[in-house]
């Protein structure tokens, strides 16, 4: 039987305590005594992590090698199923802050393929959730100070499928030329009288067009849970792959991780999807012309291959007067991404001030004797 390999927590051999993957080094440390451990396996060259057949990759036929069972606890506010180490039962959701319970029994779940390690340490996300928040416009007045109060951030590794194919279309279209022709036009000029003038005018002269395109996909890349909302995750593109390594739990050790709620089938159509429209600009460009009508396209598919990969992300979820907001971190290049209070009281006196500047501010100057403190006097 397999043990739940998710957290299960690394212990020191010189002391004990629990190591954590650390980004600087690159291995495993002891925050505790300082002692240092290397992975167990090192680092591999890009693009040498193998793949799964997609149809071999439906969970049920997936050899149990290729599956880990996990303790994984459902966040009821956002949807989010984290992962549990062995021995806590209930800590705050990673995305939302709402309070989860481990479920009652472990889950089988694909085993990731790949990892994309953290890059950017916890001190250095958390100085750029600073200098964000310090450095936004209109905000209130606190928050500066709020950022400055230092808050940690957490590490979360979240799910993703990749997915590799090779296609080849058969399509049937039309192709349409423009091509301008001088016409007699019936116009009425500024008199209101009718007339007729030569003008250039614009035809399109279709023809038939059919043929075959072909393209290799490898990795798209598909968000494999709902939990981040789509602007968030789009923000934090893009990811380099070729950074990813073969999975190994100690990546994972002293970080949270998400596991996929989308099954590899509707993050295949997801992909599908992406695939579809690349296919389509494809047929357009081969149709060529002026412009292009796709009638019918016939798409086969082979060599469907997917990998589980998890990728690095900090967040906060940070509550400020009684609101609360989401920030995140590329875990890999740092780039940030977050939700923000407003100052409307701010805003309102900018927009005040413009007004007064373009428009009150001319008003004023025909009427000297309206500001509150009369003509020739010097303000208060
Ligand atoms: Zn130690
Ligand atoms: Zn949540």
């Known amino acids: 039987m397999m043990q739940p390999s998710e957290g299960s927590s690394f212990p020191c051999a010189t002391c004990g305590a629990a190591l954590r993957f650390s980004p600087e080094?690159?291995?495993?440390?002891?925050?505790?005594?300082?002692?240092?451990?290397?992975?167990?396996?090192?680092?591999?060259?890009?693009?040498?992590?193998?793949?799964?057949?997609?149809?071999?990759?439906?969970?049920?036929?997936?050899?149990?090698?290729?599956?880990?069972?996990?303790?994984?606890?459902?966040?009821?506010?956002?949807?989010?199923?984290?992962?549990?180490?062995?021995?806590?039962?209930?800590?705050?959701?990673p995305f939302c802050a709402t309070p989860i319970v481990a479920g009652p029994d472990p889950a089988r779940r694909i085993r990731p393929h790949a990892v994309a390690p953290f890059a950017v340490t916890g001190a250095a996300a958390r100085a750029a959730m600073q200098r964000w928040l310090g450095g936004l416009w209109?905000?209130?007045?606190?928050?500066?100070?709020?950022?400055?109060?230092?808050?940690?951030?957490?590490?979360?590794?979240?799910?993703?499928?990749?997915?590799?194919?090779?296609?080849?279309?058969?399509y049937s279209g039309r192709r349409g030329t423009v091509c301008y022709e001088t016409r007699p036009v019936t116009v009425r000029d500024a008199a209101g009288a009718m007339r007729t003038e030569l003008r250039q005018v614009a035809r399109v002269s279709w023809s038939a067009a059919s043929g075959q395109v072909q393209r290799a996909f490898d990795d798209v890349l598909v968000l494999a849970s709902h939990s981040l909302p789509e602007g968030h995750t789009e923000a934090l593109l893009p990811w380099d792959l070729s950074l990813l390594q073969p999975y190994q739990p100690e990546f994972l050790a002293g970080f949270r991780s998400e596991a996929y709620s989308v099954t590899p089938d509707q993050g295949m159509g997801e992909a599908r999807a992406y695939m579809d429209r690349m296919i389509d600009r494809?047929?357009?460009?081969?149709?060529?012309?002026?412009?292009?009508?796709?009638?019918?396209?016939?798409?086969?598919?082979?060599?469907?291959?997917?990998?589980?990969?998890?990728?690095?992300?900090?967040?906060?979820?940070?509550?400020?007067r009684?609101?609360?907001?989401?920030?995140?971190?590329?875990?890999q290049t740092g780039?940030?991404?977050?939700?923000?209070?407003?100052?409307?009281?701010?805003?309102?006196?900018?927009?005040?001030?413009?007004?007064?500047?373009?428009?009150?501010?001319?008003?004023?100057?025909?009427?000297?004797d309206l500001l509150p403190w009369g003509q020739g006097q010097t303000p208060p």
């Open 335 to 368: 780039k940030v991404e977050g939700e923000r209070p407003w100052s409307w009281v701010k805003i309102a006196a900018f927009f005040l001030a413009l007004a007064l500047l373009f428009g009150g501010g001319a008003w004023l100057m025909q009427n000297p």
């Open 138 to 170: 209109f905000a209130p007045s606190g928050l500066a100070a709020f950022a400055r109060g230092g808050r940690a951030l957490e590490g979360v590794y979240v799910p993703y499928w990749t997915f590799d194919a090779q296609t080849r279309t058969a």
């Open 25 to 93: 080094y690159g291995g495993l440390v002891c925050d505790h005594c300082g002692n240092r451990e290397p992975l167990p396996a090192g680092p591999v060259p890009p693009g040498s992590i193998p793949e799964t057949a997609f149809r071999a990759g439906i969970e049920a036929q997936l050899p149990e090698a290729a599956t880990e069972l996990r303790r994984l606890g459902r966040c009821p506010n956002c949807g989010a199923e984290v992962g549990f180490d062995a021995a806590v039962h209930s800590s705050a959701c």
């Open 322 to 331: 009684g609101q609360s907001f989401r920030f995140v971190v590329n875990g």
């Open 282 to 320: 494809d047929i357009r460009f081969d149709i060529g012309g002026d412009r292009q009508e796709v009638l019918a396209a016939q798409t086969e598919v082979s060599g469907q291959t997917f990998k589980h990969v998890l990728l690095p992300v900090w967040t906060a979820a940070y509550r400020f």
